[in-house]
């Protein structure tokens, strides 16, 4: 039979505005208007209403921003699976491995329809971050592998993505579908770019250097601002703009005033005008992008799709498509490497126009085309389930076992997040939950 309806899930989506809530924006939007019917599933928000072509079911959600950035949902809470199962879908495809794939676990019991886990960032490093305990960190990564393992088939948006869930432990196949961008081919117009330049005090004389994402540090964003430190004190004039928020902005706007640094850097905050964002792509020389954290640097194609090349760490899954000094120019992952470019090409506008002319051919791939793959690919998914092995009861688990786990899961986090907030003495109620 053909594919009609698609549940996406995932446990972000806006009002929360990060690289995978855009991803399932964009899937929804093209699904709903050229293939089929869309369905999003996601936490719930307090006060926020759904406006778009496609719908969206939210469920109970617990509010874990100081641990994570966003809340956390609780598939338990979900009363009527019925509103699910009413719907015909015929793919769970599913972009969050935690309680976004428990739900859909819980659904494909229900419904009895496969699930694509669809991999876009590196978990682990959030993981680590979010708990200090090593024990812990090594028990939720081993849950997390396990969650994954559990999908009838595995996306990843990089080589790089599925080498990372190799080394956490993941044993299984996977294929490579990598997102698009949902901006056209081509600069803005000088107008729109001149507007900008005048807004946020530009000199039209300074190379103009750029950062899109959250502010985080392990974004790379402490080896852009040690380079622009060496930067300066040699002699250098230049502008740098940091676009988006994020739990380390306080700190970072510090260390940048530690620096002195403060006139050449400018915060913008989070840009959700995506015509306005594509303006500051155009406006850039260059696109600063020292990560090694993500798998797929979407930001990196937003800034090739405006004519801006990009500088890379070498070897890390941004740099995966790129080739070294025609469309992108790659660093070691140090800010010696950084300056050392900086100082080089900075300021040889002719060679950075050229280097984003090249990026924009090169390296350009549109949410339309992004979408058409994953569409043909839902099919094949949908053949393969259909002539699938009789079920194994260790890889189809029973609907009760499953709200269970969901329960566990969100009984552990919700002890993390109050051990965040100083309830120490919880710590032996969270390991005993979770061991």
């Known amino acids: 039979m053909p594919i009609k309806n698609i549940c996406l899930l995932n446990d972000s989506f806006p009002p929360v505005i990060d690289g995978v809530a855009n991803a399932v924006f964009n899937y929804a939007s093209i699904i709903e208007e050229k293939y089929g019917h869309a369905i999003v599933s996601t936490p719930a928000y307090p006060g926020v209403k759904d406006d778009y072509p496609f719908e969206v079911i939210r469920y109970a959600s617990l509010d874990t921003t100081a641990l994570a950035g966003y809340r956390f949902g609780i598939p338990l809470s979900i009363p009527h699976l019925s509103e699910y199962a009413g719907k015909n879908i015929d793919i769970l495809h599913c972009h969050c491995p935690v309680s976004s794939m428990v739900l859909a676990r819980t659904l494909r019991d229900e419904i009895d329809k496969p699930i694509i886990l669809h991999y876009h960032t590196k978990f682990d490093i959030d993981i680590r971050r979010a708990v200090n305990a090593r024990i812990l960190q090594d028990l939720a990564i081993n849950k997390l592998v396990e969650n994954i393992s559990y999908a009838d088939e595995v996306w990843v948006v990089s080589e790089g993505a599925g080498e990372n869930l190799h080394k956490l432990g993941y044993q299984g196949d996977y294929v490579v579908m990598r997102n698009g961008v949902d901006f056209e081919k081509g600069r803005s117009a000088a107008e729109r770019t001149e507007k900008l330049r005048r807004e946020y005090a530009v000199p039209e004389e300074r190379p103009v250097y750029l950062f899109v994402g959250r502010l985080m540090w392990y974004k790379g964003i402490r080896i852009i601002l040690d380079a622009l430190k060496k930067l300066k004190d040699s002699g250098e004039e230049f502008s740098m703009l940091l676009v988006g928020d994020g739990m380390d902005r306080k700190d970072i706007e510090k260390y940048v005033q530690e620096l002195g640094l403060q006139e050449e850097c400018c915060f913008t905050g989070a840009i959700r005008d995506r015509e306005t964002l594509k303006d500051l792509y155009s406006l850039a020389d260059l696109f600063l992008f020292p990560s090694t954290f993500d798998t797929n640097g979407i930001v990196v194609s937003e800034a090739a799709s405006s004519g801006t090349a990009s500088v890379l760490i070498k070897g890390s899954c941004a740099a995966e498509e790129v080739t070294d000094g025609r469309n992108a120019f790659l660093i070691e992952e140090n800010s010696a490497s950084l300056f050392r470019m900086l100082k080089n090409i900075g300021s ?57 786990a969901a329960a566990e899961l969100a009984n552990g986090l919700d002890q993390a997040r109050k051990l965040v907030n100083g309830v120490e003495n919880r710590i032996g109620d969270f390991l005993d939950r979770w061991l």
Do not use: F, H, Q
């Open 348 to 404: 040889n506008r002719d060679l950075l126009r050229t280097a984003g002319e090249n990026a924009m051919n090169d390296l350009y791939l549109s949410w339309d085309e992004s979408v058409a793959r994953a569409w043909k690919r839902y099919a094949i998914v949908s053949e393969n389930y259909s002539y699938r092995l009789p079920e194994n009861p260790e890889y189809r688990k029973p609907s009760e076992n499953m709200l269970t």
